[in-house]
């Protein structure tokens, strides 16, 4: 490849706030530029934020049709490798079927739609056009979390018997929604974000987080939901019991009215042997628990870690990399396969990877299990896609 | 009160591991002493390790219906003024009766008995008699756990939301029952142990812990209990979803096969402005967290600190206090009970408090409640005593 | 500004570290482009790293010299804006002299020159020049670094009595500049590295850390600095106790022998009314302590924070910012430093700051009175450029 | 030896606080009983503090001059084994002298006298009278302190390098010893606490747990202290480079100002493949860091410990010891020798140790060699006892 991917973004204008953590993320390594946007539905903040963004004022669009209508006229040379799908969760199937129509890779923002059933139309879309896509479940791009991943699979912790995982957060302990918070209110909109509010938007990272690692699949779960926050119209909390494939059994907590909690996502992991704790809030280190040793500290950035952990580093250890470097990596390892694809090479797939529509397909379901559980007045419902 | 009080024991001989810590707790602040003991089934072992704490030979006792007997027969000067009872759970309920019965103020390791029956016996006998007995929740023994009371008490935190309580161990992560560990033998054991291993042996705490400090009780729950070590007798894990009488909601941990875990209780509790945080393994830190307003770190030790909390610290700040501090806090505070009954003098309650009958009823009645709820495919269970 | 600028660089081939870290960082705000480049002394190493990096072939220069000249002659709406010098020590000063002498604004590495000599010539050249010169010292980048500034500046912990500053590391534990290293190799050989090996290397960025935070200089010094590993050529350890020029008092350590260290930054200021304290192995937490109430922390990202340190945070609290968003500070303020000059407006140089020559020259200067003190059998040596 | 030890107290009335400090530890483990008591030099706080411990009538004394005469004028069988001095630092030695020419064992608060030559003197008496010393430096009771020691002195982490020992307080951050604060009153005055407030006070424990920990002496040093304090009489902060005598150096601070800090005490000492990491305020780990290994976390209680550190916990893992039992393992060791002895037996002196006289004369003439370097313009002071 000698040059760098061009990238359009479909969302992301200066109201919004994901698509610039989009933009610093693909921005790091310097292998993707920015060529186009229909970055708002708001046709002056769309063209406000193309310029801030020194777009080319013909690549500046209004809407995302005329931006997928138009970069597929463009040349080859000129045209827009691939889009990312930054608006909220309602908006992604329809960009993204589009996308896949007219030629285009995509980068979507988690969850993956709106429904199992856009997922599952999705990811026929993708069989059938043979293009790639990635779903930006971020927290599967830290090293640490490879690192985990890669121990738990190489059998250091023995057959997994337990695992733990939570999500809290605080931002939506008061009623937000209702003062002016964009993001609060389409989060806290079933018409927008999906049947669950606290399970769309985090729950699934968690849910996720947790298959990644662990290598093993729910099958059964029993789950509570709560709106916590009177007058609240969505869900804000919830808490699910689970039962994994080989026997295996866990906690998912998700809840978005933790007040003074941050972003704290963390996952415990117990097997045979030892087990694994990591935190999002820390997340250079991993914790590795032994029945009958001393606990260690894995670090990110170390030359003791497997080839995965570290071809998703960037400085060496006690150099801390944070949320934008496990970001980047997801943009990194989408564009090293495309660039693989355009030069007609290979990548070496158990290094280079990311998320995509199987991940969509089960974090969708996931979400519909669950609503379906909490309605539910049996203990257990199999988890069923 | 110009003496000591005087303590007898049953249970807790060389070959027992809890009795050793009663008795580190119980001398520590020079108010009590320890004159006589049944201490364990096995004669040899009670005559040696009575000679061992000095005990006078006519005071070591081979069974405790001989100590009860003799002791109660003794003048008062010199007879004990209460007894500890440190044996497996199966082996409460009849001492603490007959120790009522004959007089004696008790002291009883938790699980309070075997059954929720015989909680609600004793519950009665101690109504009839008007002794007072201490059932030894260590964990609300910690300065920081009564200072989160408080905060909670006068509304810091608003009112509380969620409640996340976990109790991690790791020692039962082998079949070391089938390996000579003598505890972990009785405690897999339902005829010794009662109806659930894990809820019984560190799942009351948790939940002892969880209505101590919200001050809320729990109404309904959903449980899952596992046999996760292969050939175990009984449970080694369970979690429970908890919904409390305020419409707060909450999840509670218990697992005894978290390899690499030592004894990791850990609760966070969530209210409409703030959170509060406490580990066990970090016992003098209390984190107060406030929805929009740096996170606080409150100290043992501090001047700062409630009543309560200062009362139940012997050190300065930066001097830490442990388990066997906290410990003592209860002998500290049932012994100021029994000082002042013996004055004619009173205590001040709101600072000079121990866990009793009425925390173990609750606590049997949580085992019962879980178990029937394990075994029930209905989701909710209703808490009933 | 309808355009990114335009940057040039001078060693970071694919043979260097830290030209790497320098791209990550300038690429991650989407303002600055890569143009050109004499990436190494190596004319092979020049050509293909310039082409990985996707620059074009007129561009990729092989010496600073060509690069300054062909730069310097190409029409304004092309040539670079600014240099980025990222070669060892010793080879600083005469591009830098250059580049200024040929109208180019300079970023460049820390420590500034080779010599205190060298920094003050060059200090000299850019106010003849009035071109703008940033002086990468990483560490100030940090949000919660910045907000210990302003809380000191407004008074929260009183005026300053003691400081404790630490950089810890242990990768030169070994004799690693014997065994094909060769970061190891230039910075353990004085012609390359300066006077002092770990003064220059990170002795500068602690005492740069303290100066900054404090508002505070050092007045006089005692400095012992030691060869640790055997057979080494330059020193490899050091100690420093500090006076201010307040009458305050401080430690100053800086060792690359701490075997299992990674990049230990620490600092610990107290005043009359509390403390502070961060870690830049967690640069997300900023603690401050209180005479007589609880340790409150501070962490990036949220909403009560300072300006400066709001302007220095690119995501809401929770998402952990690293070493390199500290690093994209840098070249953020720097490029809206040049944008508005460009530009003809002006930035709010309380929000918008950077190290500059000043830095450097204090940095230099403390390398040469630590290396004159620890030459000393007197005490105190005082601090004099 | 079939009965409790017998101790008596000099100092430790109800106005003092180490005093209460020394009977908690003495009491945990149920083999020391106090017997009698000088507990203050106030007559009637002697004998309410005497009533107060239940101490018989006839043996509350008033002054300590009495309590050793009547002591040994008592028959063998009634009379204290050893007496525990707890007064402030210049009421050390007189009351110890007369103890040990009366025969009688001695506890003693550091520093062990108010200087050198009285630390001396009484090191000849004990040599002659054979009695047995124990001088509380309490933080060498740690049992992860201890585990320490055995790490390397098997060479865990080779040869030592690098020391960094830390001593942080605040409480003297303001001029609390005009303000009713006793503590405050005679710590700082040189009368009473001797030459050094500081380095008597919490540097001598520093001093003491350095040399403990590594087994090196400190050969050679420059220290710089301090009154931060307007109006204070004796310095409450200071800093000391340190050499030892196997050339490696250090940094030992020790502060009284450090305005938010409780009782910071912390320790890390790096060899050629390794470090350690230790912090009073966390006693139960030690961080043992590699060179290229991830680093452990070694943890009281734990299986895998060395004897000796085993011998000094009384818990598993996870039930954290602190402060107080720290300072009991000082009365237990001290008494299994005296128990020992009585009995015509011998311990194990890998195992069971304390501090003695030795330590006391190398903290005396460290307090002396500090101040002496204080006052000289030389950098270097060599130690001299």
């Known amino acids: 490849m000698n040059r760098k991917l061009r990238m359009g973004m479909i969302g992301g204008g200066s109201d919004a706030f994901i698509g610039a953590i989009h933009r610093l993320a693909a921005n790091m390594d310097g292998k993707i530029e920015l060529v186009c946007g229909a970055l708002s539905i708001n046709?002056?903040?769309?063209?406000?934020?193309?310029?801030?963004?020194?777009?080319?004022?013909?690549?500046?669009?209004?809407?995302?049709?005329?931006?997928?209508e138009k970069e597929a006229a463009l040349p080859a040379d000129k045209r827009m490798d691939f889009v990312t799908i930054v608006t909220p969760n309602f908006a992604h199937f329809a960009p993204a079927m589009m996308a896949l129509e007219k030629g285009f890779h995509v980068v979507i923002e988690k969850p993956i739609t709106l429904s199992l059933d856009e997922a599952l139309a999705l990811d026929k879309k993708v069989k059938e056009t043979g293009l790639v896509l990635c779903l930006t479940h971020t927290y599967t791009g830290y090293p640490m979390v490879k690192e985990a991943k890669n121990l738990i699979n190489k059998g250091t912790i023995g057959k997994?018997?337990?695992?733990?995982?939570?999500?809290?957060?605080?931002?939506?302990?008061?009623?937000?929604?209702?003062?002016?918070?964009?993001g609060a209110a389409w989060r806290t909109d079933a018409k927008k974000s999906g049947k669950s509010g606290v399970m769309g938007d985090i729950g699934t990272h968690a849910f996720n987080l947790t298959?990644?690692?662990?290598?093993?699949q729910v099958s059964e779960l029993c789950a509570n939901l709560n709106i916590v926050v009177e007058n609240r119209a969505l869900d804000?909390?919830?808490?699910?019991?689970?039962?994994?494939?080989?026997?295996?059994?866990?906690?998912?907590?998700?809840?978005?009215v933790a007040a003074g909690e941050e972003n704290n996502l963390a996952i415990r992991i117990y097997g045979e042997l030892g087990g694994l704790e990591w935190h999002q809030q820390e997340p250079n280190s991993l914790l590795l628990k032994w029945y009958d040793k001393p606990m260690e500290t894995l670090r990110a950035g170390s030359g003791y870690?497997?080839?995965?952990?570290?071809?998703?580093?960037?400085t060496p250890g006690g150099h801390p990399e944070g949320y934008l470097e496990a970001f980047a990596n997801l943009y990194k390892n989408f564009s090293l396969t495309l660039a693989a694809?355009?030069?007609?090479?290979?990548?070496?797939?158990?290094?280079?990877?990311f998320p995509s529509v199987a991940e969509g397909i089960r974090g969708m379901a996931f979400i519909e299990n669950v609503v379906r559980s909490n309605e539910s007045s049996d203990k257990w419902v199999a988890y069923s896609i």
């Open 43 to 68: 046709k002056e903040i769309a063209i406000s934020s193309g310029r801030s963004l020194f777009l080319a004022e013909d690549r500046i669009y209004t809407t995302y049709e005329e931006m997928l």
């Open 160 to 182: 997994v018997r337990k695992v733990y995982v939570e999500y809290r957060q605080g931002w939506l302990s008061k009623l937000s929604e209702r003062e002016g918070n964009a």
């Open 211 to 216: 298959e990644y690692i662990t290598g093993l």
């Open 236 to 256: 804000d909390d919830g808490a699910v019991l689970l039962k994994f494939n080989n026997g295996a059994s866990g906690v998912l907590m998700a809840t978005q």
């Open 305 to 314: 870690l497997s080839d995965i952990a570290k071809h998703n580093c960037r």
């Open 341 to 353: 694809r355009i030069d007609g090479t290979s990548v070496n797939k158990d290094v280079v990877e």
